[in-house]
């Protein structure tokens, strides 16, 4: 319904256009549900979780590449959650898993910055929400251009240091099954983001640092991190 | 003034309430065709920015469900697709046991709002209108609890019918709230009974966020949701803001 444009990010033409909205899923790399082992099953949580637990980042956390990350005097360390993120090129409900990368557009990196969260009992939405908690880009890359997405790793270097190396071909749901599942109960419009879940432990940066993610084929994303005036 | 948005005969209209003979609402369009409400497709009174939405935000709502009053408010985020407007119809899974309304406060800001004290507050809001939050309690788990699959379905939330202006409304802090389902009572609470209330929601979202014009915070619901059916009539009230109304559909009328 809602068509904004708030990120300018190149190859700003359809399918390639994003519509605004941007979707992630939790804990949907392996070694972040692993690095919670049996605690899965204790208080508060009482079992692992069972659909994609799933969260948006609002309009004013869009980013470009580039942007200064701003680090609030509450948050002295922020997380970078590097993820690879779809496009979608066209509305997708209920798809099948066969079928469902045919409704992806493209691919681009997302950085899902957020304040650490001790608990993922309820959704951490004043750790993520924060304006320009979420640089993504450089640029939407052509599905065709990719030619497996699961190939990728997405590295991630602060100051240019490499802090993380995440294989997306770990998974817990790879991005047709992700999409099926989504799908099953909430549209996808075209130009909406689905960014497929970062890795454990996130890179813990601080103001004065500068965050790189980069993946062959994709580029790179480069955001400082900047103090907020208090 | 109150404004609805419509689509009727092949585009879509600003509208504003107009009586009909015999006690019926109708509404005017503004190139000047009145219509009853029946006649029109009524859509979300604004094409909504960010949607932002509370739990747990009623005292007795909070007890009903046998938690603490939260530390921080409860917020979480909802994307467009869910929006539905006035007279629409929302899908029920027929493998679920339990899934119910949620009359609540809508609020639409209405100028950018970075870092707002609470006695500025007001000045922000645009206007207000009816949400029904529906939730479908089946797939709650305690991981974002309650996560997108509960509170962001396709056509789970209904908004509307009117955006009234903030300067009609007043006070948001008194406005009995009321759900009918086919015409019983079911819930009844006052907004004057949040447990963060209007002014405190801007302050404290305004705090890690900006807000920007035509974004909505949905203030949660109180005490008195109840499970509904397919076919049943479901009617949000709040004082001042006028009446939602919501048909709960069975999965054949999407295919499924």
Known sequence: MTVISPVAVPMDVPPYRLSGSVYGALLNHRSALDALGTRVDDAPYRGAPRAPVLYIKPRNTLAVSGAPVRVPPDAPELEVGACLGLVLGRAAARLAEEEALEYVAGYLLVNDVSVPQASWYRPATSAQARDGF???????????A?????????????????????????????AARLLAEVSE??????????ALGAAFPAPRVRAGQVVRIEADGIGCLENPFVAEAA | MRVARVAYAGAVH?????????????????????????????????????????????????????FDKPQEPLVFLKGPGTLIGHR?????????????????????????ARGVRRAEALGYVAGYTIANDYAVRDYLENWYRPNLRVKNRDGATALGPWLVDAAEVGDPGNLALRTRVNGKLTQQGNTRNMITDVPGLIEYLSGFMTLSAGDLILTGTPEGVSNVEVGDEVVCEIDGLGSLCNTIVADGVFGR
């Open chain 2, 14 to 66: 600003a509208g504003v309430p107009h009586s009909l003979a015999g006690g019926r609402t109708g509404v005017r369009l503004t190139d000047g065709r009145v219509l009853p409400e029946e006649e029109v497709v009524w859509l979300p009174p604004l094409e909504a920015g960010t949607v932002i939405a509370l739990g747990l935000n009623y005292a007795e709502r909070a007890r009903e469900l046998a």
């Open chain 1, 185 to 194: 109960f909430m549209t996808l419009a075209a130009g909406d983001v689905l």
């Open chain 1, 134 to 144: 979420c640089p993504l880009g450089p640029r939407v890359v052509p599905r065709a």
């Open chain 1, 146 to 174: 990719l030619a497996d997405p699961a190939a990728l790793t997405l590295k991630v270097f602060v100051d240019g240091a490499l802090r993380q190396s995440a294989r997306c071909a770990d998974l817990v749901r790879p």
């Open chain 2, 88 to 112: 629409g119809a929302t899908r029920r899974p027929a493998d679920v046991k339990f899934m119910h309304y949620e009359c609540e406060l809508a609020v639409v800001i209405g100028r950018t």
